[in-house]
């Protein structure tokens, strides 16, 4: 008879069963598994949680020895604790092992096991108690698992990021330094040689552009991506030992949470300061020569007056001087773009502000303009107002102008057109010049204004000019706090917009 057989004695209608019944039913209904064990490690009873965790009926349980149960690798372990058990070294042992079941599959049980003694120290048996942990112990290790992996990863990622060339930097939403790679330690140590803190916009060895000007907090790059910027190429140099320090060109990117809000910002810093010498010593060397080149040339064009005011030349000879004349004078604007194109990346160029009208200015512009148009076979078309006056300084300003027509022709065909329209718009004054040329590509336009490019089509066609204009006028329209825009698309034309403010503030009183 098992344990949970009821005897009709027991039955709780005829009369309350006994209390070491009620002891035999709680063991035999508990969900924990539990057996009796004698000291020579035969099973003397199961109950049913343990018969169902191993598959075996109680029977067959019993006078089975627990180590046919037991996985090989754990025995060692588990007859070791035993025996000191058996032996009074303990009085009890707990261990986390390995079952095997009736069909030979594994089960992870968590053993208690204590010892029960006669009054003289005799062991008499062993009460064991085992809880199925496997599916936790599956669950662990699948954690475990993914916890290596993600570890993994992570070293992988790290190893990756601290290969590359780039600085990159991982800030939250509190402006606080979060991860940053090798590449960007150094910048650190080159900009805060005392230590940083790792908070956005702290100040250091950190200088503008121009290598001179301190950056000041809230133009540092971290505390403008802090504050949600997004921004390209914002250059920087850092450290204070001029022969050791960096440029840098510095992006920002914000990270957002699933519901959109600003979670941090993500930074890379390009070291650019090869770049940033070899454009500085470029720009050294032209305006050097084109200093040195200025004087000789207005003196050959000073002569070439004095020349042209004779009146006993052959008309052969006037023709050939107005040749020389129209290619010095050629060489003469060559020469300026150079020296004007080194000094605007010095800094916006010093104006001459004054009341000017632009109306006129854009006549006189087209004027001038004409000849070579006509030559060319290009027509010009101008919708200006009467008159409309500002304060702008007038010779930069027709100089931006004279390059915008100038190209919209260069890159028209004959039997094009080049229209110049001049507009009032609210706060702001719109210079827009059209043609109907060839046109630049979409991979060029982000390019136009960058010193000496000139697109893949231009220089296939061998039309003159070194690719300095534009990026004059931008540097001319910017010191005016205006702004230049240009559209465009192969064969349909181009348009570039530049926009002034309607009004120049008036100067600081001193």
């Known amino acids: 008879m098992g344990w949970w057989e009821t005897r009709p004695e027991d039955d709780p209608v005829t009369q309350p069963p006994s209390a070491e019944r009620l002891w035999q039913l709680t063991v035999e209904h508990s969900p924990v598994g539990m057996t009796l064990v004698r000291p020579d490690g035969i099973l003397l009873s199961a109950n049913r949680a343990l018969c169902s965790m191993l598959g075996f009926t109680e029977d067959e349980l019993q006078g089975r020895r627990f180590q046919t149960l037991t996985h090989p690798d754990d025995l060692p372990t588990h007859l070791r604790l035993y ?71 992570r070293r992988m990622g790290q190893a990756i990021l601290d290969t590359v060339d780039l600085g990159l930097l991982l800030i939250d939403r509190e402006g606080h330094y979060e991860e940053w790679n090798r590449r960007h330690r150094d910048f650190l140590s080159l900009a805060y040689p005392e230590g940083h803190h790792g908070r956005a916009g702290q100040l250091g060895e950190v200088y503008a552009a121009d290598g001179t000007t301190r950056v000041a907090h ?88 004095l020349l042209a005011d004779r009146g006993d030349l052959l008309d052969d000879v006037t023709r050939q001087l107005q040749v020389v004349r129209r290619n010095s004078l050629r060489l003469q604007h060559l020469v300026a773009d150079l020296l004007l194109s080194a000094q605007h990346r010095e800094g916006n160029p010093v104006l001459s502000r004054a009341a000017s009208d632009l109306s006129d200015l854009l006549r006189d512009a087209v004027e001038s303009a004409t000849p070579v148009a006509a030559a060319q076979g290009v027509e010009l078309v101008v919708d200006l107002p009467p008159s409309l006056p500002t304060v702008i300084d007038h010779e930069r300003i027709r100089q931006v102008v004279d390059n915008l027509v100038s190209n919209a022709v260069k890159y028209t065909d004959a039997g094009g057109r080049v229209e110049l329209r ?33 697109s893949q089509e231009a220089r296939e066609r061998v039309t003159p000019g070194v690719g300095l ?42």
């Open 218 to 305: 809230d133009d540092m790059p971290t505390a403008r991506a802090a504050r949600g910027e997004e921004f390209d190429d914002y250059r920087i140099w850092v450290g204070a030992d001029p022969s050791a320090r960096r440029a840098l060109s510095v992006s920002a990117r914000s990270v957002r949470d699933p519901s959109g809000g600003f979670a941090g910002a993500v930074l890379g810093y390009g070291d650019v300061t090869d770049l940033m010498r070899a454009v500085q010593s470029r720009d050294d060397f032209l305006a050097a020569v084109s200093h040195e080149l200025r004087t000789p040339l207005t003196s050959v064009l000073g002569h070439l007056e």
């Open 469 to 510: 204009g534009l990026g004059i006028a931008k540097s001319i329209v910017a010191a005016h706090g205006g702004r230049i825009e240009i559209s465009s698309a192969p064969a349909d034309g181009t348009t570039v917009r530049v926009l002034l403010p309607s009004t120049w503030p008036d100067p600081p009183s001193l």
């Open 422 to 454: 001049l507009r009032a718009t609210g706060p702001e004054v719109e210079i827009a010049v059209s043609d109907t040329g060839m046109g630049i590509d979409a991979d060029d336009l982000d390019r136009v204004f960058t010193p000496f490019f000139r």
């Open 83 to 153: 025996d000191e058990t058996i032996a009074g070294v303990r009085s009890s042992y707990r261990l986390t092992k390995r079952c095997v079941r009736s069909d030979g599959s594994t089960l992870w049980g968590d053993l208690s096991v204590a010892v029960l003694r006669d009054d003289d120290g005799t062991p008499l048996h062993l009460i064991g108690q085992i809880v199925d942990v496997t599916a936790l112990r599956e669950d662990r290790e699948r954690l475990a698992a993914a916890v290596e992996l993600v570890e993994h990863q």
